[in-house]
């Protein structure tokens, strides 16, 4: 590092004063790269706050989550929704900040022993950002968790103008859905906890995601952590519980977080009345952009074609991208990863 820019990993009590401020400035930031995120994940994973900074100013940064993988096998060096970087900053610099940023961790991951490093870029895709991460070293991983692709809704637009944007058929659900009487509600409340867990834990044993099942005890453990970062809801129709999902929010930005839907909900199109009113609570409280969480049309046709009704562009973020101390190391976790894909999120 030159000219006073250093790499490092930000003392937790700087962190926990600090971290989010730093996170706020990015344009790619999320929430996953919030300091809260890292107390949410604190258990399984050990976080660690790092970046490339220019006096207090940070260029490049990241949430790391850290584990030991089974048998002590090797370190997993785990980022979700970044790292974080800027194109340009004041000094005229293009992307040596993201650059320097990876030869930082991956130094950390060699002081580990054996060790993989995974990143998950959210930030859409760039050309001259990609070359730097494979001049780095990092590659595509055989097992991504994910296709990079999402949708993307612009929420200071007037309400009138996105649900005219919906397609037809995806508009005459939701009308269908108004006319069954769909109700919706927002909160945090333990009661409210109480109703979607059956919806989220149906879907997780339908689609064979046990990895991702939760306990009420977990919904408030998220809660109670995420705070105001996180909004729950559950919509019903006819005095039933049809679906229902969670949204993370962070400054201007939100992302769906947690969505599912019974045979109920279904029935009467309450996906779509769910959907629009989360968007209008949102373009209430002042987000401007609402991401959809990933779009899989081969793994996941269903839901790709519902979201596709949205009418929104899809976006390509820069996405997934691994180094590991050895080669045999990166098929060997590949491997892993893929069988244990879900516990990752």
């Not at 706050?49 to 850290?66: C, R, S």
């Not at 968007?279 to 979201?307: S, W």
Request: aromatic content about 10%.
């Amino acid at each position: 590092m030159v000219n006073g820019i250093r790499w490092e990993v930000v003392p937790p009590d700087a962190a926990a004063r600090d971290w989010d401020g730093f996170v706020s400035s990015f344009e790619d930031r999320h929430i996953r790269q919030s300091h809260a995120w890292g107390r949410l994940k604190t258990g399984v994973w050990t976080p660690a706050h790092a970046g490339v900074f220019n006096g207090p100013t940070p260029l490049a940064a990241a949430l790391i989550l850290e584990r030991r993988l089974p048998l002590g096998a090797a370190s997993l060096l785990w980022i979700n929704g970044g790292p974080m970087y800027r194109k340009r900053h004041a000094r005229g610099q293009d992307l040596s900040a993201l650059h320097d940023f990876l030869e930082g961790v991956k130094e950390r991951a060699r002081s580990r022993g054996r060790a993989i490093i995974r990143l998950n870029f959210d930030g859409a895709m760039d050309a001259e950002a990609q070359l730097v991460v494979r001049a780095a070293g990092f590659a595509r991983p055989l097992s991504p968790l994910g296709t990079g692709l999402t949708y993307r809704a612009d929420l200071t637009r007037p309400l009138e103008e996105i649900r005219t944007g919906f397609e037809k058929n995806w508009r005459n659900q939701l009308s269908r859905a108004e006319k069954a009487g769909a109700v919706i509600e927002f909160g945090r409340s333990p009661e409210l906890l109480r109703r979607y867990q059956p919806l989220h834990d149906a879907l997780c044993v339908r689609k064979g995601l046990h990895g991702q099942r939760l306990s009420v005890a977990d919904l408030e453990r998220m809660s109670d952590i995420l705070g105001e970062s996180i909004l729950f809801f559950v919509v019903s129709a006819g005095g039933e519980d049809g679906c229902g999902g969670a949204v993370w929010m962070l400054g201007d930005r939100a992302w769906f977080a947690l969505s599912s839907a019974n045979e109920h909900g279904l029935r009467h199109n309450l996906p779509n009345a769910m959907f629009w009113q989360v968007m209008k609570r949102l373009k209430e409280q002042g987000v401007g952009v609402f991401d959809f969480t990933g779009i899989d049309p081969a793994g996941n046709p269903g839901v790709f074609n519902f979201k596709r009704g949205l009418g929104l562009p899809p976006v390509e973020n820069l996405g997934e991208w691994q180094w590991a101390t050895s080669p045999w190391l990166a098929r060997a976790i590949d491997a892993a990863i893929f069988a244990r894909r879900d516990s990752l999120q």
